[in-house]
Structure formats: structure tokens, C-alpha cells
């Protein structure tokens, strides 16, 4: 969320980088006009208390004089400015909120590297800091050939037997699945090895955090207002509770209302958590298989970091995600997604898409952004700088990496011919030594 002082003092700016958004009519001086109302009645109401203030000394003064006509009549002036004070009251309140409410709308601001485009086709392949595709081919794991026509993810489950579509529509509907026996292990394999990454080699303290969060969460990290509909919401009381769209909310929500000290950032958490999206406005989009579900896990990372090295915390994150699908074997490439494709909350997100053989198609793993203060904002997550002056942390959140869909890249690169599907070597401790599932299993 922006500060109005700032959209004052940085109008141009401010409407320059917001054009760069995607369906974006909102400007400054709308919001600008709004909070001029908003003065006013202030101004006004100030003058007001003022003015009772001061009747309501000169009304002693009239009953020590035994004035009581005017005293009568100051009694009356104060009666009408009470009145006037409460209607006052109540419409600053109503701006506040309608500044607040406008205000909590607004996408973040890009950064300037950030290239500008419509939709997805304006992403730009990203190759690192001073990168060459050259480069990034060598450090990365090789696209695979295979030697046989590859089956998608869900035709090599369901010939195993081990991943049933039919059983989870009876018992949960659409978009649900049923893993058995070795791919419910090397799903729960995968999400171990990466936590345990994050930990043993990141640098990220482990967090179990809950599930269920209230609304002021939500705002906190954007969910709300604008992605309620993608949410699953719970009554609780006389209010309600959200299942979790990522760990992204909770973890981020630790520091909210709070100082830090300069010693603690930057604070690097991760947790292995499911996750459940409605998925409200990706109907018709990847209805077979695991690509799009209501529930999934997902293997979070969030930093809090100072602005100082929010960017440098932002290649280590993707650094990080990227050792993931290295130390897999997962074939990958790296997205800066266009102004028109990144989240809302997002002033810059890289994404991670593996390469899948059965779709002949790269198709998103992770994602990692930076949001500056914009969450930190809206959380009031401050801390304290080595100089004594408090400032807002800056926070970045990303995948490290979705379990589901990094069960989907393995099933697919490590298919053999025969229907079989080996496991990578980094996950064989995990499955008891086990190096193929199927039928040399």
C-alpha cells in the first residue's frame, strides 16, 4: 500500500510507473482530490473543537458573572458545534476509509528494469547478472532427449496405478488427486529434500506455521481485497478464517506490528506447507492432471530484508530455487515476467519453468519476487536502522519450489520406456534407497 504523502510529493512518478500496469485507470490526482476532501473536513472540524473549546471557557466565566443569558447562549453554541463535530467526525471516517479502500487496490510499481508488455509474451528469459544464454546453458541441467514418445505426467500415474483422478472427484470434486504408494512417498520425498535444503545449505530457519489466518493477514500480504474469490474461508466465531493460498501469508505476517533490530535482517524463513486456491479465474485452463489444483504443497522461502539489499536477497532467492531443480536434474529456464504478467504485489518476480518432455512445453515451478515496503506497508513491519531511524522492512517472497508440480517435472524427465520412472539420486535416500518406480521397482 502507498503512503498518500508520498503520491503527493511523487505524482508524476507515481503515474508514470502505474501507466506500465496492466488495466490500470487509477492516477494521482484522483487519489490527490480525495485526500484534499479528506483535509478539509479535518481543517474544518479542528476549527470546530477549537471553537467549543473556547465557548466552553467563556461559559464558566458567563455563570461566575451571573450571565445567565449569555451563558444560555454559549450553551447552545456548543450544542450546535457538537453536533457539528460528530457529523465532522463521521466524514472524515468515511474518506479515511475510501482513501484506505482505493489505496489497498493499487498494484505495486514496477521497477524500471522490469520490461513492460501485455501479457505473458512480453517475459524476457534471464540469464543472470551480466549472464549469457551461453553461460546459463552450462550451469544448467541439460534438456533431455528421449528416445521414445513422452507421456505426460497423469498417463504415467494412472498406468502405474498410483495417481487417481476418479476416486478424488467422488470424495472432493474437480481438481483433486489421490496419490498411492510410491509417488505418495517421492511427493513427500521431494518437499523433504527441499526443506531440508533450504535449511542445511540456504540459511533459512524452518517455520511450522499455521494454516488458518485471519483477514487482516490476507491484507497484509494482498490477497485481500482483490483475490478473495481465489480463497476458501471458514466461519470462526462472529468472523471467519482463510485456508492458507501460501505460506507466503503467514510467514510474512510474523513481523507485522513490529520494530526489528537492524542485527536481526535479514530474517530468512521457509516452510513446507499445503497450500488451497480456487482457482477462481483459471477455468478451462489445465483441467487434466496436477498442474492446477485446489490443494497442493509447496515448499515456501520468504526474507525480510532492509532496502538496501533487497535486491541482492532477490538473485539469492532465485539462486536458491534454481539449486533445487539443479540438484534434481530438471531441465529450466528463467523468466522476468513483464509489467503485465506479474503479481500484484510484485515490483519484480523471476520465474522458474521446468521443462516438461509430455507437454513439450516449459511451464512455471516457482516463482520469486520483491515487493519493497508495499507489504510492509500495509503490515506496519518496521525496524530499526543502525543510525537510530525507523524504517520499513522490505519483504520477498517465492517458491521453493511447488511439490506437486516438481512431482509432475520429475514423473515426465525420469519416464523410461517401459512405463517405469526412475528416481533422481538425491531423492533415494528419502525413498529407502528405491531407484525406479514401476515396473523395474
Not at 458545534?81 to 487496490?105: F, N, P, S, T, V
Not at 524427465?413 to 534407497?433: C, F, R, T, W
Request: contains cysteine; negative net charge; proline residues 4%.
Amino acid at each position: 500500500m502507498f503512503d498518500i504523502k508520498w503520491i503527493r510529493a511523487n505524482a508524476e512518478a507515481f503515474d508514470a510507473a502505474l501507466a506500465r500496469r496492466k488495466g490500470v485507470t487509477v492516477r494521482a490526482n484522483d487519489l490527490i482530490a480525495l485526500d484534499e476532501r479528506r483535509r478539509t473536513v479535518i481543517t474544518a472540524l479542528n476549527e470546530m473543537q477549537e471553537k467549543r473549546n473556547a465557548s466552553s471557557r467563556l461559559i464558566g466565566q458567563a455563570k461566575a458573572q451571573k450571565d445567565e443569558a449569555k451563558a444560555n447562549a454559549l450553551l447552545a453554541e456548543v450544542a450546535g458545534l457538537k453536533d457539528g463535530i460528530q457529523k465532522g467526525e463521521a466524514e472524515e471516517r468515511a474518506l479515511e476509509a475510501e482513501l484506505k479502500a482505493k489505496l489497498l487496490e493499487i498494484p505495486n510499481l514496477p521497477l524500471d528494469e522490469v520490461p513492460t508488455g501485455a501479457d505473458e509474451h512480453g517475459n524476457v528469459e534471464y540469464f543472470g547478472r551480466n549472464g549469457t544464454a551461453a553461460t546459463a546453458a552450462k550451469l544448467r541441467p541439460a534438456k533431455p532427449h528421449l528416445m521414445f514418445a513422452p507421456k505426460e505426467h497423469f498417463e504415467t500415474g494412472e498406468a502405474l496405478g498410483q495417481m487417481d483422478f476418479e476416486v478424488a472427484a467422488k470424495i472432493s470434486g474437480s481438481r483433486f488427486v489421490v496419490l498411492r504408494s510410491h509417488l505418495a512417498r517421492l511427493e513427500r520425498a521431494i518437499g523433504q529434500f527441499m526443506l531440508d535444503l533450504h535449511v542445511d545449505e540456504h540459511g533459512y530457519t524452518e517455520v511450522n506455521p499455521p494454516l488458518l489466518v485471519k483477514d487482516d493477514a490476507l491484507y497484509g500480504t494482498n490477497q485481500l481485497p482483490k483475490f478473495e474469490e481465489d480463497l476458501f474461508f471458514t466461519p470462526h466465531g462472529e468472523s471467519r478464517l482463510a485456508l492458507i493460498p501460501t505460506a507466503e501469508v503467514p510467514l510474512t505476517n510474523m513481523v507485522r506490528e513490529s520494530i526489528l533490530a537492524a542485527e536481526q535482517l535479514p530474517l530468512r524463513l521457509t516452510a513446507l506447507t499445503p497450500c488451497f486456491r480456487s482457482e477462481a479465474g483459471s477455468a478451462g485452463r489445465d483441467t487434466r492432471g496436477m498442474l492446477r489444483q485446489h490443494q497442493f504443497n509447496k515448499v515456501e522461502m520468504v526474507s525480510i530484508t532492509t532496502p538496501e539489499t533487497s535486491g541482492d536477497e532477490h538473485e539469492k532467492m532465485l539462486s536458491d530455487a534454481e539449486d533445487v531443480l539443479k540438484k534434481l536434474g530438471l531441465h529450466y529456464r528463467v523468466m522476468t515476467l513483464c509489467t503485465g504478467d506479474m503479481g500484484f504485489g510484485s515490483q519484480k518476480t523471476y520465474d522458474l519453468e521446468a521443462w516438461l518432455p509430455g507437454q513439450d512445453a516449459y511451464r512455471e515451478i516457482s516463482s520469486v519476487s520483491v515487493c519493497g515496503d508495499f507489504q510492509a506497508r500495509r503490515m506496519d513491519a518496521r525496524y530499526r536502522d543502525f543510525d537510530g531511524k525507523v524504517r520499513h522492512v522490505h519483504t520477498l517472497n517465492g517458491s521453493g519450489v511447488a511439490v506437486g508440480r516438481a512431482l509432475i517435472a520429475v514423473i515426465e524427465n525420469y519416464q523410461q520406456e517401459d512405463g517405469s520412472v526412475a528416481i533422481p539420486s538425491v531423492l533415494q535416500p528419502y525413498m529407502k534407497g528405491l531407484t525406479t518406480i514401476g515396473a523395474r521397482s
